[in-house]
């Protein structure tokens, strides 16, 4: 299979713990390649534009506050089956669920401030790299 890319964001109460470094330093032991990175303070309307999907669930305005708390880091990874791989190292959204070795299971502080967000799929993960970043800021 060939090299592809996903997106993920290191969250604001990773970032706040100082933590970039060790999410980072476990995505590429899982074998991705960061292609793109850069840390923002997401805006409201960033927020939510970004989880937009979810307009109409009930925690969509907490989420999209703790998104707003302070500074997160957006980036692309690359590697093979990219998503999936992501997704196998982030772990279970409950960090009381993810398997022993993924970065919520030994990163997170709770099901809301679960440090990492990732891409559930190709098509989304197109969408969100496209979200955040130019394509003249990804290098590979």
Not at 25 to 54: C, P, W
Not at 63 to 92: C, K, T
Not at 99 to 109: F, N, P, Q, V
Request: hydrophobic fraction near 40%.
């Amino acid at each position: 299979m060939a090299a592809n890319r996903t997106f993920s964001i290191i969250k604001p109460d990773a970032t706040r713990r100082n933590l970039t470094g060790a999410v980072t330093k476990m995505l590429e032991d899982a074998g991705l390649r960061v292609v793109a990175s850069k840390r923002i303070q997401m805006t409201r309307a960033q927020a939510e534009g970004f989880y937009g999907v979810h307009k109409e669930r009930p925690f969509f305005n907490d989420l999209v506050s703790f998104m707003v708390s302070g500074p997160v880091v957006v980036q692309v990874l690359e590697g093979e089956n990219a998503v999936q791989r992501n997704r196998d190292i982030m772990g279970a959204t409950n960090p009381e669920q993810a398997a022993d070795g993924t970065i919520r299971k030994a990163l997170a502080e709770s099901i809301e401030a679960n440090s990492v967000h990732g891409s559930d799929s190709d098509e989304n993960a197109a969408i969100e790299i496209a979200y955040f970043f130019k394509p003249e800021e990804i290098v590979g």
